[in-house]
């Protein structure tokens, strides 16, 4: 099962690169992709060699970029549930309704998928070290995918992040700075510093967009080869919903599904909505926004580096972006809870929201079938620490 990666390629201006040395983004300023032999994964598929019976997202070896299985560090990511609702969907004014859990993921969300392919594939080029501006999830990812790997791992997080995600990071080793300010600031913060390291920031390397990729191949698979009529992404840095909109793409080369593809639907916090703004505006470029205030950090994204390729995708598929109020946030984290016992992050729970305003709004039909992914666990942000025993501190001012 081994990778069918050939090179890199430029989704705006075609050019191609090597995927034999490290890389960042195209020179026009675009992200890469992973370019596959997919006659090669074809010949796999008439074999019966694909998908593998492997309960990870590595069952989809030959179209991730690690080639040799020595560097692949895996905690068991991936192949998380598609839940299919009894309650909310119903109360929503939906027959088919379902959760793609990625709470379920090693250390509690979606960022694991990206960050365990982008860690193994860097080591295998020759990377000791790694280094992130993160608004949580995607720092504690880092830290445990390095540490798994051996490797050094800092983090830039802004200071207002909840103490669990902190306390997290300095477990599994990472070097973690507080920063005054949002993503952006980490960012600056990040690249002032100046370290000897590989940058893992989002779609500013090509590798994380591939491991997030998974998600379109799960979903397609556990639906018997299918896809539903709409995915709600939770969108920030946009590496999802790039992703999913790959993942399609290649699974339509392989004959695994057919033409017909879902509407890609970004769902943002009314306090940081520059997709939404831009879809609205009927703009080809997104502008930043200058106060970004939510209490979903991980849509806190006031300038999306990949905002080209996120516009394209959602416009391609024919959905749209949407955006909720803030106090509209822990309702709908309380209703997934109560009428599904399921632990939704508030990034989930502003897709959740998302989605009623798009059912009000006649954009997603009662009879649709149709996906939301909670893109992690809520317990970092709603359960405080207060009782935990701090950990031997590396944080350190930037």
Known sequence: MISHLLHLECPQCSRSHSAETHATFCVCGSPLFAVYDLFSVIEDIQREQFPTEVNSMWRYSQLLPVKSPSFIYSLGEGWTPLTSTRRLGKHLGLRFLSIKDEAQNPTGSFKDRGLCVAISKHLELGSTSFALPSAGNAAVSTSAYSAAGGAECHIFMPSDTPEPFFHDCIIYGAETARVNGNISDCGKAMRKAEGEWTDLSTTKEPYRVEGKKTLAFEIAEQMGWKVPDAIICPTGGGTALIGIWKGLDELEALGLIESKRPRMYAAQSAGCAPIVRAIEQRSEEIQPWQISETEALGLRVPSPFAGRLILAAIRQSGGGAVA???QEIEPCHRMA??????????????????IRNLVEMGEIDFDEEIVLLNTGSGARYYYGNQNQTKPESSEKEP
């Open 324 to 326: 909720v109020a803030e």
């Open 337 to 354: 809870a109560r009428m599904e016992g399921m632990d939704f992050c508030p990034e989930a729970a502003v897709g959740l929201a998302g």
